[in-house]
């Protein structure tokens, strides 16, 4: 439920971005009822409005408020924080009430670096060495075509800044975080799947960047078809290992 709802928030924020500085209260509304309802899920959904902040601060630098538009917009963006806080407090009542919000998980064991150690004694790069074992490669291929793109400042890639960085920061925070606070992967990485559709979409920016910048039609027909020949890969792979798709590796592994 959580992974569904960080989902369906990110989406909301999206749209919001690419409104521009308006705010739509029919896109407002309804985006801060699903942040609430990812934060009542897990504490840590609140980190939504922080990737909101980055989306809106990149919407904002691109068309600036006019001077008599600012206290309108304040007002819509503090209900939006009003109604995600109130609908996270309405869902979860222990938020109030002081009680616990996280029952700490028994250590599970997992295999990290060919051994076997408990959760609670990982290595806090866990996550991101276990992320670049299981990322299908067409993914890899998007993300480092996204970063190379960004570097060169490639027109598609700012011209979608605010969306793509609300979409970069929501996929990659959780991951620093895990890495920087030491955090229990009790359940393995089954906790940090709904960075996944993120990470695809970055992905998805990159491919499509690259793909405009490439001027020569051979170049283009060889993009695609390393993507295709990858995915088709994937597919396979999937097919294959049938039903123990958990347990998928990336050929690069």
Known sequence: PFAV???WSLYGMVCL???GNALPVQTTLPTSIVIGFATALQLHGISLLGYLAVGIVLTVRQSPIPGPERSRWAIRAGTLLFVSIL???????????GHPVAETNPPVFTIFGGEYVSSSEVSRWYAPALLSLVLPESIWIGLICAIVSALLGNRFI???SPSLGLIAAAA???ILIVVLLGADLSDGIRQLLFILPPLAICAAFGITSAFRQLADPRARQGLCAVV???LALTAWETIRIHPYQSSYYNHLS
Not at 87 to 97: C, G, K, M, Q
């Open 5 to 7: 709802a960080y989902i």
């Open 228 to 230: 295709g020949l990858t």
């Open 87 to 97: 609908t996270a407090v309405v869902l979860r009542p222990s938020y109030l009430l």
């Open 17 to 19: 971005v690419r409104r």
């Open 158 to 160: 700012r011209s979608n």
């Open 172 to 174: 990659c925070i959780p």
